[in-house]
């Protein structure tokens, strides 16, 4: 059977390769941890982490709203390293969710972003993008209020997403930003 990737569908599930190293566990990965002040949503179970020493990136996963992994995507150290983002082969790319709770949560465009959102006091969901598919809606069911915090040139599909989410959750915001959360 196949997996429903939102936007594509893959014949295999995604399976964490064996060679993976669990969290931050280069300089590099430690630097990463830093800069974008990953470590204590990390150490509050918010999201998995891996090192993957064959493409040397910090990879990040994406988790199913049964808590299954069922894909990821590995951040570059450097600058120079394109792409900066790459997605693995069989990914299911699914929002990702940093949750302290269902009342109130801030919709980003990247998973780093959400993690500045977490660290501030907020439930906060990544789109990975800026864009939603209906598969994604029970990702937000549950929501009191949705803030879509877009950067400023996807005001349009920051308007695109707000009808979609219209549908499951009763009060939900456009917060246009004039500089990037992270």
Same mark, same amino acid.
């Given at each position: 059977?196949?997996?429903?990737?939102?936007?594509?569908?893959?014949?295999?599930?995604?399976?964490?390769?064996? %060679?993976?190293?669990?969290?931050?566990? @280069?300089?590099?990965g430690l630097k990463m941890a830093e800069k974008y002040?990953?470590?204590?949503?990390?150490?509050?179970?918010?999201?998995? @982490?891996? %090192?993957?020493?064959?493409?040397?990136?910090q990879v990040f996963y994406y988790v199913d709203i049964s808590n299954n992994v069922v894909g990821a995507f590995g951040r570059a150290f450097h600058r120079f390293t394109r792409p900066k983002a790459y997605i693995y082969a069989s990914s299911t790319k699914v929002p990702i969710i940093l949750n302290r709770g269902p009342s109130k949560g801030v919709i980003?465009?990247?998973?780093?972003?959400?993690?500045?959102?977490?660290?501030?006091?907020?439930s906060a969901i990544s789109l990975s993008g800026t864009s939603i598919v209906p598969d994604y809606?029970? %990702?937000?069911?549950? %929501?009191?209020?949705?803030i879509i915090a877009l950067d400023?040139?996807? @005001?349009?599909?920051a308007l695109k997403v707000k009808k979609l989410l219209d549908f499951v959750c009763k009060d939900v915001v456009i917060l246009p930003l004039q500089k990037d959360i992270k």
């Open positions: 059977s196949s997996i429903l990737t939102g936007l594509r569908a893959s014949s295999k599930p995604f399976v964490i390769p064996d %060679y993976f190293v669990d969290g931050f566990a @280069t300089v590099d002040n990953l470590l204590h949503a990390y150490n509050e179970g918010m999201f998995q @982490t891996s %090192y993957d020493p064959k493409l040397n990136r980003v465009e990247d998973f780093f972003s959400a993690v500045a959102c977490f660290s501030y006091g907020s809606l029970n %990702y937000f069911r549950g %929501y009191d209020k949705l400023k040139d996807a @005001t349009i599909k």
